[in-house]
Structures are given as C-alpha cells and as structure tokens.
C-alpha cells in the first residue's frame, strides 16, 4: 500500500465528514490512536479537541510522558481524569467479557460524551485497526473499541458519530503512517498496550491495590527485555495464590506471569525463548514487589491462547 496516498485520503475524508463542525479524540499515546490524533490535527486544526483519560489503569509515569510527547508536536492535549469512574465501574467484576463491556460503557457512554458534550463536537475519531474489527466480529473477544460492526449506532447510543480512519490497516502498516507523519519512535515503535490497559492484565477484579502490584511488575519487564526487540512484552496479575516463604514465614502469595512474543500483526504470535539470565533477573525483581512470591513465563504462543488474559 502507498501510505503517503493512504494519509492525503485520510485527511480528505476526515476534512469531509466534520466540515466545519468540531470533533474530539482521545489518545492513549499507543501507536494507533497518535497516529488517529496526528492525521486529525492536520486535518481539523482548532476544530478537534484532543483529550488523554486518567483511567487509573495506566502504567507508571505514561500519562506525563504522553502529554509531552503531543508538547512537543504541537498538538494541543487535555487530561481527563476519570479514575474514580473506571474503577467504581469496575468494581466486583471478575468475568473478562464483563469488565470489558464495563471498561467500553465508562470511555464511550460516560467519559468521551461528557468530552464531545463540553466541546461541541458531534464526531469522535477513534483507532480501531482491522485486526480488532477481526477478532470480535469473529467472536473471538470483545475489543474495547468495537462499536458500529456490533450493530451499535454510537450517535443514539452515545450522541456523536464515530469516525475511524485506520480501519483498514494493521499494526505494521499503521507503524508506517506513524513514521510518515513524523512521530517519534516512543510512539511508532511503541510496543502494543490494550485499550482496556493493565485492567487486561489483572486476571479477577481489578482493584487498585492490584494495580499497583500488576504495574509495578508491568514497569520491571518493560525494563528488562525492552533490548529484546520483541513484539509484545508484560506482566499479568493472576487471580490466585500460592504458598511461599517471607522472611522465614509462610506467605499465601500472588504469581505474576511474564509474557514475551513475537508477531507480525498480532493475529498469531509464537513465544520468544529468552535467555535464562534475563528470565531470572525478572523473576527476581518481580518476587520483590510486596506481596508476591511467584513469577511464570508463558510458553503458550497464540492459538491456542490469546495475547492478553481477559
Ligand atoms: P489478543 O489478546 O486478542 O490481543 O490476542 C491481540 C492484540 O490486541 C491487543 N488487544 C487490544 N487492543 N483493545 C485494544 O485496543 C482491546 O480490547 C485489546 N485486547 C487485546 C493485544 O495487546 C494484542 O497486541
């Protein structure tokens, strides 16, 4: 594909569809929806509104890093925080399909048309790609940011129209039109993060004190196998203990597991075979964190699992 023709189109179609109208898009600073925001901007200008959302599901010192990031481009950014609503809305969930569709209603029904309402705007761009219309179409798993392939008319729902101008890429392709809109490689090389974030890395309810812990291991293996040049590396909280020992005591500890895969697109994945030095220098960080007294590596490429736990 021609991603420079892809990029001149995208702007055309955005231009029309808002006319002079506003519109607003929410950025995780993932290379999707920066890349949704870069091509609005120059697109709308003044008309859009950028907005980053504390969710309280975010990993350590990304929201700061973010908003200097779009500082930097130029891109007008405002933060939104919506921590007590992501987690009250997730509060006593334990089913994955269920605090998904809690995470999809908090963004859609209650943060973005709070943001669309404040702004005047009647459009939400978003960064679904091909693969999430994919994968829940097929039933598969409910991608946070599905909507209208569900049947869903985000305009009665939700009251603006949704705008999704990446639909037809894939990761790779999408990392190209990064590059070509002159992102900076902490984005168009940033390795995949989900939508519903470490809340799909908590297996079981999300609380904040499991948070804490998931991030807290999220940070150490970002830390150690960034070198790797993997496609997808992170920490997972499982939702289960198992005995330990803590300082000569008994401890009915938590296990975090470690994942590291390679992938093109996401769609399949195989495991990368680390060496068992690195494996153990995050093994013995990670049974640091209060708290928990096992770390696992996954050795399960995708399928049979998926890349995520819930
Ligand atoms: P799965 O777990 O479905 O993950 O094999 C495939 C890729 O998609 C990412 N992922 C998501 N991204 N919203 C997103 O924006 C989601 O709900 C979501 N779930 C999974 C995952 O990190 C992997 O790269």
């Not at 859609?108 to 702004?119: I, L, M, P």
């Not at 090389?189 to 904040?208: N, Y």
């Not at 150490?220 to 300082?247: H, K, P, S």
């Amino acid at each position: 594909m021609d991603y420079q023709t892809f990029i001149q189109e995208q702007i055309a179609e955005i231009k029309r569809e808002v006319g002079n109208g506003k519109a607003i898009t929410a950025t995780s600073g993932g290379v999707d929806s920066s890349v949704v925001a870069a091509l609005a901007h120059r697109a709308l200008g003044p008309q859009l509104k950028t907005i980053i959302v504390d969710n309280a599901l975010m990993r350590e010192g990304e929201l700061q890093h973010v908003m200097q990031v779009f500082g930097d481009l130029g891109i007008p950014i405002e933060l939104i925080d919506a921590r007590s609503a992501f987690l009250k809305a997730l509060r006593g969930l334990t089913d994955p399909e269920q605090k998904r569709q809690a995470i999809t209603d908090t963004f859609y029904k209650d943060v973005f048309a709070a943001a669309a309402r404040r702004a005047g705007a009647r459009f939400l761009l978003h960064g679904t790609i091909l693969t999430d219309i994919e994968e829940t179409v097929a039933g598969i798993k409910r991608q946070h940011n599905i909507l209208s392939q569900l049947g869903i008319d985000t305009e009665e729902a939700y009251g603006y129209k949704v705008i999704e101008p990446l639909k037809t890429l894939r990761k790779d392709g999408v990392r190209e039109v990064a590059k070509l809109l002159a992102l900076p490689d902490t984005i168009s090389r940033r390795i995949p993060f989900p939508g519903p974030a470490l809340a799909a890395r908590v297996v079981g309810e999300v609380t904040e004190e499991r948070l804490a812990t998931v991030r807290a291991a999220t940070a150490i293996v970002e830390q150690e196998l960034a070198d790797t040049g993997a496609f997808q590396y992170f920490a997972v909280l499982l939702n289960d203990c198992a005995t330990g020992i803590r300082e000569g005591r008994r401890e009915f500890g938590q296990i975090v597991v470690v994942r590291c895969i390679d992938s093109l697109d996401a769609r399949e994945a195989t495991v990368r075979e680390l060496p068992w030095g690195v494996l153990h220098r995050v093994a013995q960080r990670i049974v640091a964190i209060p708290g928990v007294n096992r770390c696992l590596y996954d050795l399960t490429p995708k399928p049979p699992a998926t890349v995520e736990y819930i």
